[in-house]
T-cell receptor, first 114, second 114 residues
Framework: NAGVTQTPKFRVLKTGQSMTLLCAQD?????MYWYRQDPGMGLRLIHY???????AKGEVPDGYNVSRLKKQNFLLGLESAAPSQTSVYFC?????????????FGSGTRLTVV | AQSVAQPEDQVNVAEGNPLTVKCTYS??????LFWYVQYPNRGLQFLLK??????LVKGSYGFEAEFNKSQTSFHLKKPSALVSDSALYFC????????????FGTGTKLQVIP
């Protein structure tokens, strides 16, 4: 009963480097989301997906790209990391098109860009 | 635009005393309302939700929340606090129906003092 699994858990990048964060869910959920959490700002939606092969922009999409080639996986990419992208990143999933069932969150990826 | 306000950054309460974590919201139409809890270095966990019906909703770990439409509030409560309740609590809102973006509050840190 894994739920939502995020890898890696921690990462330190140098400015300008690239990386991909992986989110995998085993609940057959259609909807998946990437959030970033910063002190005093709560959670902000970066990108989301309403099904395999689809992606859409959230509140703060600049500097990030995503892909959902398989239903169970949602990848978040940073092409050229900047210190402003230092944050804790959370992936979440939900079974349907409304929020009424709540989200299942992963345990997060703590990213530091130096 | 929808929004969530958690007016207290931190709430301190003595173990055994009742606790309240405040949340007010703004949304068009009928809301879906949620509380999530985050323990250190963990992802958010779903606590409870209001979708429709009874204004008092009960959730995990003895928590409950009261939906007040006239005051646009959804305060989280527990009759008797435990030290293990110490965590970060997030209120969230979305409009009902279809795919709707969920907006999270900035979080309230609950500290239960032994």
């Amino acid at each position: 009963n894994a739920g939502v699994t995020q890898t890696p858990k921690f990462r330190v990048l140098k400015t300008g480097q690239s990386m991909t964060l992986l989110c995998a869910q085993d609940m057959n959920h259609e909807y998946m989301y990437w959030y970033r959490q910063d002190p005093g700002m709560g959670l902000r939606l970066i990108h989301y997906s309403v099904g395999e092969g689809t992606t859409a922009k959230g509140e703060v999409p600049d500097g990030y790209n995503v892909s959902r080639l398989k239903k169970q996986n949602f990848l978040l990419g940073l092409e050229s990391a900047a210190p402003s992208q230092t944050s804790v990143y959370f992936c979440a999933s939900s079974p349907g098109p409304t929020a009424r069932n709540g989200y299942t969150f992963g345990s997060g990826t703590r990213l530091t860009v130096v | 635009a929808q929004s969530v306000a958690q007016p207290e950054d931190q709430v301190n309460v003595a173990e055994g005393n009742p606790l309240t974590v405040k949340c007010t919201y703004s949304v068009s139409g009928n809301p879906y309302l949620f509380w999530y809890v985050q323990y250190p270095n963990r992802g958010l966990q779903f606590l409870l939700k209001y979708i429709t019906g009874d204004n008092l909703v009960k959730g995990s770990y003895g928590f409950e929340a009261e939906f007040n439409k006239s005051q646009t509030s959804f305060h989280l409560k527990k009759p008797s606090a435990l030290v293990s309740d110490s965590a970060l609590y997030f209120c969230a809102v979305s409009p009902s129906g279809g795919y709707q973006k969920v907006t999270f509050g900035t979080g309230t840190k609950l500290q239960v003092i032994p």
